[in-house]
T-cell receptor, first 113, second 114 residues
Framework: EDQVTQSPEALRLQEGESSSLNCSYT??????LFWYRQDPGKGPEFLFT???AGEEKEKERLKATLTKKESFLHITAPKPEDSATYLC??????????????FGQGTTLQVKP | ETGVTQTPRHLVMGMTNKKSLKCEQH?????MYWYKQSAKKPLELMFV???????ENNSVPSRFSPECPNSSHLFLHLHTLQPEDSALYLC?????????????FGPGTRLTVL
């Protein structure tokens, strides 16, 4: 069964304290892995798409990496405005033209000043 | 208006009511999606429309009925819901029939069923 597991469930950091969020996945042929950010009361906001092992993408203080079994979202010197829930999702090769995404439960990040 | 919009933002309904959720995308995309987000559970895909044709119905009860009159608009018609249907309902859109492309989400409708 296809599955996405994110850890930790919650993470508290001090401003400037770098860390990583993990997304482990089991899927029958990966088409793509997606990272989203979700603020309370809002819809998810797209961050990155990764397609193959070894790929990396960066945006401001965020860097996403991908291996054959997991992805990491590295947060360098976070600021309070980085506080949010970070969602990971995978799209399987068999999803055809449905675009179906399988989401993890998310990691809720709190950055304290 | 930009991006993906959803109305209403909040909805409270009784179990015998009939209501509809509306989604509109201003991105020129041709695929639209309904997701359900319940507390402590991952986002669950409900329906997918590609070029106004339903291509996925993810085992959703018939009390939820989607409608896609054109590539910019998507509705979710609700009737005789149960309290466990209370959740955040999210609409998303993407470009491309074979969706390698990222999905862009609206702000959601917070639904409470009494």
């Amino acid at each position: 069964e296809d599955q996405v597991t994110q850890s930790p469930e919650a993470l508290r950091l001090q401003e400037g304290e770098s860390s990583s969020l993990n997304c482990s996945y089991t899927v029958s042929g990966l088409r793509g892995l997606f990272w989203y950010r979700q603020d309370p009361g809002k819809g998810p906001e797209f961050l990155f798409t990764l397609y193959s092992a070894g790929e990396e993408k960066e945006k401001e203080r965020l860097k996403a990496t991908l291996t054959k079994k997991e992805s990491f979202l590295h947060i360098t010197a976070p600021k309070p405005e980085d506080s949010a829930t970070y969602l990971c999702a995978v799209q399987a090769a068999y999803s055809g033209n449905t675009g179906k995404l399988i989401f993890g439960q998310g990691t809720t990040l709190q950055v304290k000043p | 208006e930009t991006g993906v919009t959803q109305t209403p933002r909040h909805l409270v309904m009784g179990m015998t009511n009939k209501k509809s959720l509306k989604c509109e995308q201003h991105l020129g995309h041709n695929a639209m999606y309904w997701y359900k987000q319940s507390a402590k559970k991952p986002l669950e895909l409900m329906f997918v429309y590609s070029l106004e044709e339903r291509v996925e119905n993810n085992s959703v009860p018939s009390r939820f009925s989607p409608e896609c009159p054109n590539s910019s608009h998507l509705f979710l018609h609700l009737h005789t819901l149960q309290p466990e249907d209370s959740a955040l309902y999210l609409c998303a859109s993407s470009q491309g029939r074979v969706a390698y492309n990222e999905q862009f989400f609206g702000p959601g409708t917070r639904l409470t069923v009494l």
